[in-house]
């Protein structure tokens, strides 16, 4: 049954959409990120226009983070004072990231960009994950217990402006967290993604944040960068198409719920390593199209009709 | 119903002069709705002679174009750069159309010469493309042939010589099809009468394609509310997430 978007100006199979909002959501409900960094790439591999599919996508990141953070919140794993520090330079972020996402367009290189900059920065996140993750298992099945140290001491310890947030218990320099949320709301508006896989290894490692709160703190901070986002994107580009997103969300928001379920019955470190595996899977992907001969050389890019 | 007492109205008025042609659509509006995956369009014409009609040499000819709203367009090419490709030359083509079909009943070259199809934009070949459309013809850049294969492989540019098709020596039907991710706004077809590659008549008609109803309303708010419409999409998405983790809730 093909349901025609009006924004992205083509008929999409309404089955494909929602399967691709479940499977997103699935693994958004599994390892508490946004899901952003597949679904965008999913849509622009259905034909999708890059601009609609980062736009839209964002939208779809807003329900899925939304649905989160109503849970954390109620269950106050949420530390206001932090995520409002990143919601702020996140939102910073956002706006440079969405200008430079309308320069990059009408230079023709944003496929370019949006290509090696997930094949950088997931590969580096990936190789991160999966060393750390194997690290932990191996260290579990030696009989110790994997060290969480909240507020421990590292290098991000002698940055000057320190504030305390008293829920994450930290007592650590303004800098690192306004730079960090800069750096995720600037990606997150090109790339389209929530910024989540980037965000909660950087607050855990980075930051020393106490895992129960990473993951609604982080979903606080998504849910209002990603809520800018769309709105600059529809003011912009005017590139958000409602009906794909409704129909992205209503999949996705079942497909958490789903994966959040089968996520409390695996382990902490297997997860991660499996998220590693995937991010480190989608990197190569990119790699793959970067560096293969393509099938077709030339590509048209319409300028707004006159 | 409505062709036939057209043909027979057309049959009785019309002025003694060379052959005349007339032509009527399937469909001189396609509304865009949910479930839009492409539409036909046929096109019914009769030639008609009269006792002042000189006789011709060639058999009757018929050809049409489907020409789409303008677009600007710029056509790149990857290179091999430092091991990965990038896109590095291009051209800009200024008001191409978004979406043109030739269409005929005889291979195009052997209609008319090929001055008279230029004029006439008859056939991909001499279809005005380059940067500067009103220019003096010149052999197609890599990029311009490039545009017009890309176009066709997406059916929004098509050239089909078996497209008209005579049902009785003055009677003809055409054909075309007009692809689901086909531009809004207003085309122009145009058929014509040809015989010995001499042009006899043309005749012009309009073709609108826009969305309408929910579709319309949700583009238009698009494009004249932007903000409004994001904080929409932020709302319902919002709505749907909340309502989700009640629905979902457990404890």
């Known amino acids: 049954m093909d349901l025609y978007l009006p924004i992205a100006e083509l008929p999409l199979n309404l089955f494909l959409i929602l399967g691709m909002g479940g499977a997103v959501g699935f693994l958004s409900g599994l390892f508490g990120v946004g899901g952003g960094f597949l679904l965008t790439p999913l849509l622009i591999f259905s034909g999708i226009s890059p601009a609609v599919a980062v736009a839209t996508g964002a939208s779809q990141i807003v329900a899925s983070s939304a649905s989160g953070t109503f849970t954390y919140v109620r269950r106050s794993a949420v530390d206001f004072k932090l995520g409002s520090f990143l919601l702020v330079s996140g939102i910073a972020g956002s706006t440079l990231g969405i200008a430079l996402f309308t320069a990059l367009q009408r230079a023709g290189q944003l496929d370019l960009v949006i290509a090696l900059s997930y094949f950088g920065f997931l590969g580096t996140i990936g190789i991160l994950t999966v060393t750390e993750a194997i690290r932990s298992l191996w260290a579990l099945r030696a009989g110790a217990r994997p060290l969480r140290r909240p507020g421990g001491h590292n290098w991000v310890q002698g940055l000057p402006l320190k504030v305390r947030f008293r829920r994450s218990r930290l007592y650590v320099s303004a800098l690192p967290v306004l730079g960090l949320g800069l750096g995720i709301g600037f990606l997150g508006s090109v790339l389209g993604i929530g910024g989540g896989i980037i965000m909660i290894p950087a607050l855990i490692y980075l930051l020393r944040v106490p895992t129960t709160i990473v993951i609604g703190t982080t979903l606080m901070m998504t849910f209002g960068t990603m809520a800018f986002a769309t709105v600059m994107h529809a003011a912009t580009s005017r590139s958000v198409d409602i009906v794909l997103g409704l129909a992205l969300m209503v999949g996705g928001v079942v497909g958490a719920q789903l994966g959040a379920r089968v996520g409390q019955k695996l382990r902490g470190e297997v997860l991660r390593l499996l998220l590693g595996l995937l991010v480190l899977a989608i990197a190569a992907r990119f790699a793959v199209d970067l560096v293969a001969t393509p099938d077709e050389p030339f590509s048209i890019a319409v300028s707004r009709r006159l | ?251």
């Not at chain 2, 019309?14 to 396609?30: K, N, Q, R």
């Not at chain 2, 003809?172 to 122009?188: D, L, S």
Request: proline letters at 6%; charged letters at 20%; glycine letters at 8%.
């Open chain 2, 1 to 251: 119903m409505r062709l036939v007492v057209l043909f027979l109205l057309s049959l009785a008025a019309s002025p003694a002069a060379a052959e005349s042609l007339v032509t009527v659509l399937s469909a001189e509006e396609i509304r865009i709705t949910s479930n839009f995956t492409g539409a036909e369009i046929a096109i019914f014409g009769t030639l008609r002679r009269d006792a002042q009609t000189v006789a011709r040499s060639g058999p009757y000819r018929v050809a049409a174009t489907v020409i789409g709203p303008p677009m600007t367009a710029t056509t790149r090419e990857r290179e091999r750069t430092f091991g990965i490709w990038i896109n590095r030359g291009g051209e800009r083509l200024r008001r191409v159309p978004s979406f043109y079909a030739a269409l005929s009943d005889a291979a195009f070259t052997e209609i008319a010469g090929e001055a008279l199809r230029r004029s006439l934009k008859l056939g991909l070949d001499v279809l005005p493309i380059g940067p500067w459309p009103d220019a003096a013809p010149a052999p197609r850049s890599p990029y311009e042939a490039a545009f017009i294969r890309l176009m066709s492989e997406r059916a929004l540019y098509v050239e089909d010589a078996a497209a008209v098709e005579f049902l009785t020596p003055e009677v003809f039907r055409a054909e075309f099809a007009i692809p689901a991710n086909v531009p809004i706004g207003t085309y122009r077809l145009t058929i014509h009468l040809f015989s010995g590659g001499v042009l006899l008549a043309s005749n012009e008609h309009e073709i609108r394609v826009g969305k309408v109803g929910f579709e319309e309303i949700i583009t238009e708010a698009a494009r004249d509310n932007p903000i409004a419409y994001g904080l929409l999409a932020v709302f319902l998405a919002t709505l749907v997430g909340w309502v989700a983790g009640v629905v979902f809730r457990r404890d």
